[in-house]
C-alpha cells in the first residue's frame, strides 16, 4: 500500500510541475481566489448530531490545459468526538468509531486538512462545448485528530461534460486510496457523481448533482448525497454560488447549505 501511495503521490507531483507557470508562459494563465461557508449536520450512524462549519479559502491556477488548486479549511465542529470530518470532495465525508467511555457535547474549532488538486482537460470541444477532464487530488492529514485521520489520501477522478441547449449533463468517476493505520483500518473505494447545470442567462445558472461513494470502513457507510446549487455573476470576474444538500445515507451528513464568492484575475 505504501508503495502504490507513493506512485500516486510522485505522479500528482509530476502534474503540479508541468502546471507550473514556466511550462506554461506562452498561455494565458487566471487566478482565482475564493472563500465562503459550509454547514453541515448528520449523525453518521451514531446517536446524536455532529455539527460542522467549514470556512475554506481557495486559490485556482489556470494555465493551458492545466488547473492548480490549493483548498485551506477552517473548521468549528460541535459534537460528542465519535465522528471523523474530512471533507465532502474525495468520497469520504465521515467515519466513526465507538467507545464505551462517556462523551461531553463539545465545540472545538482550527484548521482542517489542506487539499491539492491538479486538472488536465484531455479533451475539450467548443463546438459542442465538451470536455474530458482527468484530476488527481492529495488530502493531506494536517488536521487535528478532532477532526481528521491524521493521514494522507489520493485519489483520481475523470469527469466529463457537455451542452445539450442550456443544459449542461456530466458524469464522474474516481478511486480513492485512502490513509489507514491499524487503530483505524480503511478501504479504498470507488466515488462517482451524475449530475445536470441549466444555464438561465448569460450570468445565472442552476443545477443538481447526485453523489455515491462506498464505504471506507467495516464499520462506515456508503455515501449518497443529491445537492442543488445556483451561481452568479455579479460582474465580469466575481462570481456568488450557494448550495443545499441532503443526505440519504448514514456516511453522508443529514442536511446542509452554503455559499462562496470568487475573484478572478
Not at 465532502?88 to 491539492?116: E, F, I, P, Y
Not at 470507488?190 to 461513494?213: E, K, P, V, W
Amino acid at each position: 500500500m505504501r508503495r502504490q501511495n507513493n506512485w500516486i503521490a510522485s505522479a500528482l507531483m509530476g502534474v503540479a510541475i508541468l502546471a507550473s507557470p514556466d511550462a506554461h508562459a506562452d498561455e494565458d494563465t487566471y487566478l482565482t481566489l475564493s472563500s465562503g461557508f459550509d454547514y453541515s449536520a448528520g449523525k453518521y450512524g451514531t446517536a446524536s448530531v455532529t455539527n460542522t462549519v467549514s470556512v475554506p479559502v481557495n486559490a485556482l491556477y489556470e494555465t493551458g490545459a492545466w488547473t492548480l488548486k490549493l483548498t485551506v479549511p477552517f473548521l468549528i465542529v460541535t459534537g460528542e468526538g465519535d465522528v471523523v470530518v474530512s471533507g465532502r470532495t474525495g468520497g469520504r465525508h465521515a467515519t466513526t468509531t465507538t467507545t464505551t467511555m462517556m462523551k461531553t457535547r463539545t465545540t472545538q474549532s482550527g484548521l482542517g486538512d489542506v487539499v491539492t488538486m491538479a486538472t488536465y482537460n484531455l479533451y475539450s470541444s467548443d463546438e459542442s462545448d465538451s470536455g474530458i477532464d482527468l484530476t488527481g487530488r492529495i488530502k493531506f492529514g494536517t488536521a487535528s485528530k478532532a477532526f481528521g485521520s491524521g493521514l494522507n489520501d489520493y485519489s483520481a477522478q475523470m469527469v466529463a461534460y457537455t451542452s445539450v441547449g442550456d443544459l449542461s449533463p456530466s458524469f464522474s468517476l474516481g478511486y480513492e486510496v485512502v490513509g489507514s493505520s491499524t487503530a483505524a483500518p480503511m478501504n479504498n473505494v470507488f466515488f462517482g457523481s451524475i449530475g445536470t447545470g441549466y444555464r438561465l442567462g448569460d450570468q445565472t445558472r442552476i443545477g443538481m448533482d447526485y453523489r455515491y461513494a462506498q464505504k471506507a470502513s467495516a464499520t462506515g457507510a456508503e455515501q449518497k448525497d443529491a445537492t442543488l446549487y445556483a451561481s452568479q455573476g455579479l460582474s465580469e470576474n466575481i462570481y456568488l454560488r450557494g448550495y443545499v444538500f441532503k443526505g440519504f445515507s448514514a456516511g453522508s451528513a443529514d442536511s446542509g447549505f452554503g455559499m462562496s464568492i470568487a475573484a478572478t484575475f
